[in-house]
């Protein structure tokens, strides 16, 4: 091979790398400003105005707090997801086309949240209908996102080339978040009231992730199919399936346990943290904005670092670390006193630190352990519970509050996930799981 054609090949692959960085920082707006800052918050206001005497709201006839509402709308998504990712995923890697299927993901969830400015009064049930389709679309469209990851940068790159993905996401999310919090602390001068700024808040996220999906659909390529050819089968016939090729490959398996009992309760503190701040701590919108955006900000931080620990710990242990951190944090959040939004900021300090790294880490890790031509397939899997789309977090929080009245006693039963989370992980032997899948392992991991 020339040295041209390294050139060449070099080049497309870090314009490769440049474009799929793009739909971190598309879709990560959707996460920032709609799921952790405003939709929780709002929709509980929209639930309760709708709400009975006795606080209850009665979707289909069945009787559930307004106050839980969102968490069960959350814990739906997640269902519907089950149901299409691993179709989706195995359509992908048999048909290679991935890049079609992606964006009709991201385009249908971009238009469900963009939807979003017509959430008003009590239309409580609009809004869980939305939540439910932008959730689940991003689901499909991430899991096929992240299935690039192996076909884009070779094993010693991936801890970076994961990281600086989940950099640019978390930059974006601030971006947007300075100019939410310019438009919603001064929404008076701006001729439009606060509900309607929430609205134009979450609105424009959707447009958002629309107009800059366009970069990664512009540069990233399908490469054939890679997978075994067999049709896909409806639904849950397909995750049997799939779960069932992953038991040949135990150690990816018993990953895969581990970081979905972790990530589950990591994707409920992000969703469920703004309704926290406000119906438990009784802190204003203004404030969350302010403590979501510190996060954001320290995550960029926190990502890029993680990733240099990684390089110098290996990967299992540098995640094993961060999940030590969440369990104090979340301990700490216990506690916190209400109406003092210094020790919330300080816990978002916290949170920021370890946010980034921990799912960055977590996704390169995986992409060592799949089989070469099943990434979009495996990765449904892993994608099940991944961005505030799992079902048994939010479903733990809705029912503790439920049971309880208390944020409290629902934030604090997550812990639970940190520690099972540890002790899954720290069994699992990586290096002899990254060989099992077939594939080179990496000096540090």
């Not at 959040?333 to 210094?342: E, K, N, R, T």
């Not at 099992?436 to 990496?442: E, F, K, L, Q, R």
């Amino acid at each position: 091979m020339s040295a041209d054609t390294v050139r060449t090949e070099v080049f497309d692959q870090k314009r490769e790398q440049r474009g799929w960085y793009f739909y971190d920082w598309a879709c990560s707006v959707y996460s920032t400003s709609v799921l952790t800052v405003f939709l929780g918050p709002y929709l509980t206001s929209v639930a309760k105005s709708a709400a009975d005497a006795d606080g209850f709201v009665h979707p289909l006839g069945v009787p559930v707090r307004a106050g839980s509402f969102f968490a069960y709308s959350v814990s739906l998504s997640v269902i519907v997801a089950v149901l299409v990712m691993p179709l989706v995923g195995a359509a992908a890697d048999r048909t290679g086309r991935k890049k079609p299927l992606l964006g009709a993901a991201a385009y249908t969830g971009a238009a469900a949240t963009t939807g979003m400015f017509f959430l008003d009064g009590d239309r409580y049930l609009l809004g869980g209908v939305l939540l439910v389709v932008a959730n689940a679309a991003q689901s499909v469209a991430t899991m096929l996102y992240n299935s690039y990851l192996p076909q884009i940068a070779p094993p010693e790159d991936r801890d970076a080339v994961s990281s600086r993905g989940w950099a640019f996401g978390y930059a974006a999310g601030s971006l947007v978040l300075i100019v939410n919090l310019v438009l919603y602390m001064g929404h008076d001068s701006f001729g439009v009231s606060e509900t309607t700024a929430v609205r134009i808040c979450l609105a424009t996220a959707g447009l958002w992730w629309g107009v800059f999906t366009l970069v990664p659909l512009s540069r990233l390529r399908d490469r054939g199919a890679g997978g075994t050819g067999r049709t896909t089968a409806p639904g849950l016939r397909q995750v049997a399936a799939t779960v069932r090729d992953m038991r040949r490959h135990r150690l990816t398996l018993a990953f895969l346990l581990a970081y979905l009992i972790y990530n589950d309760g990591i994707q409920t503190v992000i969703s469920q943290a703004s309704v926290y701040g406000s119906e438990e701590l009784g802190l204003g919108q203004s404030t969350l904005i302010g403590a979501v955006l510190l996060v954001q900000v320290l995550a960029v931080a926190g990502a890029l670092g993680m990733g240099r620990l990684a390089r110098t710990y290996g990967t299992k242990r540098t995640i094993l670390g961060s999940l030590v951190a969440w369990t104090v944090t979340l301990g700490a959040g216990y506690f916190l006193p209400a109406g003092a939004p210094v020790w919330f900021f300080v816990l978002a300090s916290g949170i920021g630190l370890v946010l980034g790294g921990s799912q960055a880490l977590s996704r390169s890790l995986f992409s060592h352990l799949i089989p070469p031509g099943k990434e979009a397939e495996y990765f449904s899997a892993y994608e099940m519970s991944d961005r505030g789309m799992s079902w048994l977090g939010p479903l733990l929080f809705g029912i503790t509050y439920q049971l309880t009245g208390s944020y409290r006693d629902a934030i604090i039963s997550l812990v639970a996930f940190f520690v099972i989370g540890f002790a899954l992980l720290a069994r699992v032997p990586v290096r002899q799981a990254v060989l099992d899948a077939g594939n080179p392992v990496p000096e540090r991991i």
